[in-house]
């Protein structure tokens, strides 16, 4: 126990209090409140606050569903579904920029989309889907590079959670006459649920950072909370300023994991039967 | 104000005669013959952006010197100066050779952190000359010459030649205002349904020069300064006219760093950038384009030149080697090669950009630049001056300043108010003096 506490001290305490008094202080050392006051009128503050939770709540429920599908689809004795986990998984091993750049390619004025469409003579002109107006193309481009690079992810851990339960459990509610819909909805669901808790609190953390997907799609066109924190620590310099912003970042994290832990508490019978 | 611009006309004219070759060319062997081995010198200038620059230093500028160069390139020159004060305070240096815009070597307090050149400059000055107007800007308001001048650069637009019968009537593509250049814009958008006047605006210190493009070209155009009337009717006046430009301008924009890529893609027929970052379209695709000025707006033609120059560090490890390579990088030979490779302009006397071995784009760029000078109403701006590492958070406020008024259509007037106050803070916290074309401060540059 001892060793864990220290290294959450040393590697989470220390620098967390560390944010928070750079965040607090100005570039002089003294105690203040004005980086807040500037964060609350900064540039695009209120929407890249905006855009952040855009991503999560479309992101995140969107991930989960595809990813139990996935999973439940990997559970049945189908031919070349060990063929179907090594393709999906394979964007794990992508690093996130790398993935931003792909769909750059895909997406951009120029990009491999438009010259598609041109060539079957779709559209006229390339469509602008990054264009920094417009929003719904942005969220899209967003939201599809960053849900192929991460459902492995919640895939893998849907599934470890999925192969952990007793294959007895199904097999009596197919006894009792459960269809293949109600054995997932009334027996591998409720089992599920530490593990879907596991996989929100950890996608969600992840998706509170998203950046370089962002940042390499669309610039300054979709801000987010962290691509204004990296602006403000290496465009402008100003480590107050970056250290507010990330001490926002953490601020919602921790909400959004608090809310987790409280509302999918699962009763401890379920593991004591 | 005329008395303080009037010895940086001169100079600017200087320029002029030098890029354009004007001056007989004198000897161009060297001052020290052969020389020994310099060892290894410790080279660092954030003019050498993006990668393939440091790599064609290194291969063809360097080249050839007695001596191992390492040469790095941070992405802004905040980095190279707060790394100078800290050697400094530290008292322990690492750089050899320095290589900054005028206005970075003003904000290093040079009598504390910088060699006095002025015995290597007399021994330069047996084989080669430089523009008095710019030695005495290395002076940097003493009697003694902390830097040599380097390299000089300007800021131009390039036009694709299709885009030329699109003129509005009467209009000389040499000589447009920024109404005009819109009534283009227009133009050519009801003839091909696409928005393609291009402007450098990606975010980010690794992004696009558009910063620079307010700053030294938009505000002196229509208020006569930089920073004084920031948030004049002047200014409101000019923002208006940015929206309308912008509502003919390509909305990919915003992810443009280097204008060359869209020219060479098509994506855009006319577009304003630093001279370097059209290099590589002039150079692949030169017969296709054509170099202009920037537009003129109510109070004249604004202009920002970019001086460079080349500086010791009062702790430098290793002194001599560092001269030896300040000698060799001002040779003629050498002076060509690196304005070729960085895209810019020579600095030393008679250094003829029209002769053989010189890349044509150099001397189309140079002879846009040569309109700038030429023109009576003329507005010279310097890059800031004395800001140091408040430059960055300088440079922020007019991208950010950008951002609200055109990109989110917010209020003008509480937009400009907002950003003054950043402005503000950044001059008084550098207590940066005001710089060309704003008239001379006593204390910290004040927005009126």
Not at chain 1, 220 to 238: C, F, I, M
Not at chain 2, 259 to 274: F, I, K, T, Y
Not at chain 2, 425 to 446: F, I, M, R, Y
């Amino acid at each position: 126990m001892a060793p864990a506490v220290l290294f959450l001290l040393v590697f989470l305490g220390w620098p967390i209090l560390g944010a928070l008094g750079v965040a607090f202080q100005t570039a002089a050392g003294q105690w203040t409140l004005a980086n807040v006051q500037r964060l609350v009128h900064d540039t695009d503050f209120g929407l890249a606050v905006r855009n952040t939770l855009l991503l999560l709540v479309v992101i995140i429920p969107l991930e989960l569903a595809v990813a139990l599908a996935m999973a439940a689809l990997a559970q049945t004795r189908l031919r070349g579904r060990g063929l179907f986990l090594y393709a999906w998984s394979f964007p794990l091993a992508i690093s996130d920029l790398a993935a931003g750049l792909v769909w750059l390619a895909i997406f951009t004025q120029h990009g491999y989309l438009n010259s598609l469409l041109q060539d079957l003579r779709v559209v006229p002109h390339p469509i602008g889907f990054l264009n920094y107006d417009n929003l719904p193309g942005l969220v899209v481009a967003v939201v599809v590079a960053e849900t192929w690079r991460s459902i492995s992810l919640v895939m893998v851990v849907v599934m470890s959670g999925i192969q952990s339960i007793p294959a007895e459990l199904g097999e009596a509610a197919a006894v009792m006459g459960a269809g293949a819909w109600r054995r997932f909805r009334h027996v591998t669901l409720p089992l599920l649920k530490p593990t879907i808790q596991v996989a929100l609190i950890l996608r969600t953390t992840a998706a509170f950072q998203v950046f370089a997907v962002v940042l390499a799609l669309t610039g300054s066109g979709l801000p987010v909370l962290a691509t204004k924190t990296e602006s403000w620590a290496y465009d402008a310099r100003n480590y107050q300023m970056a250290a507010v912003y990330a001490v926002l970042l953490l601020a919602f994290s921790s909400l959004g994991t608090l809310l987790y832990l409280t509302g999918l508490r699962t009763p401890r019978q379920v593991f004591q039967r | 104000m005329h008395a303080v611009r009037k010895p940086w006309v001169v100079g600017a004219a200087l320029l002029l005669t030098v890029a354009c070759g004007g001056t007989p060319a004198p000897g161009s062997t060297s001052s020290g013959g052969t020389q020994q081995n310099a060892g290894r010198v410790e080279f660092v200038s954030s003019q050498g952006q993006p990668a393939q620059e440091v790599q064609d230093m290194n291969g063809k500028v360097l080249a050839g010197f007695s001596g191992t160069v390492d040469f790095s390139s941070q992405p802004t020159e905040s980095q190279d100066i707060d790394k100078v004060l800290a050697e400094h305070l530290a008292g322990q240096g690492t750089i050899d050779l320095l290589g900054l815009t005028h206005g970075g070597f003003a904000s290093l307090s040079p009598a504390d952190t910088l060699t006095d050149l002025t015995p290597l400059l007399q021994r330069l000055g047996k084989d080669r000359s430089f523009p008095q107007a710019l030695l005495n800007y290395g002076k940097l308001g003493t009697s003694k010459q902390y830097y040599i001048p380097w390299m000089q650069a300007t800021y131009v637009m390039v036009v694709n030649k299709k885009a030329l019968p699109y003129l509005p009537k009467g209009a000389n593509v040499n000589a447009l205002t920024y109404d005009q250049l819109i009534a283009w814009g227009q133009a050519i958008q009801k003839a091909t349904g696409e928005k393609l006047i291009g402007l450098p605006a990606a975010p980010g210190t690794k992004g696009g020069l558009l910063h620079r493009f307010l700053q030294g070209y938009a505000y002196p155009s229509y208020t006569g300064t930089e920073i004084t009337n920031f948030k004049s009717p002047d200014a409101v006046q000019m923002w208006q006219m940015l929206k309308r430009l912008w509502a003919v301008t390509n909305p990919q924009s915003t992810t443009y760093a280097y204008m060359q890529d869209p020219l060479e893609s098509g994506e855009v027929w006319v577009a304003w950038d630093h001279q370097a970052r059209f290099q590589d379209a002039l150079d692949k695709m030169g017969d296709q384009f054509q170099v202009v000025p920037a537009p003129a707006g109510p109070r004249g033609l604004g202009y920002m030149s970019v001086i460079t120059g080349l500086a010791i560090p009062k702790n430098a490890p290793n002194r001599a080697g560092a001269e030896q390579l300040l000698d060799w990088l001002t040779r003629p030979k050498q002076q060509i090669t690196t304005g070729a490779t960085l895209g810019f302009f020579p600095t030393v006397e008679g250094v003829n950009l029209s002769g053989s071995g010189v890349p044509g784009y150099l001397a189309s760029e140079s002879a846009a630049s040569g309109r700038y000078l030429a023109d009576k109403k003329g507005i010279p701006a310097l890059l800031e001056v004395g800001l140091g590492s408040q430059g960055d958070a300088f440079h922020l406020a007019y991208q950010d300043l950008f951002t609200r008024i055109v990109l989110r259509d917010q209020d003008i007037t509480s937009s400009l108010d907002y950003e003054a106050g950043q402005i503000q803070q950044a001059l008084n916290t550098a207590k940066a003096v005001c710089w060309p074309p704003d008239p001379p401060s006593t204390g910290p540059c004040q927005i009126k």
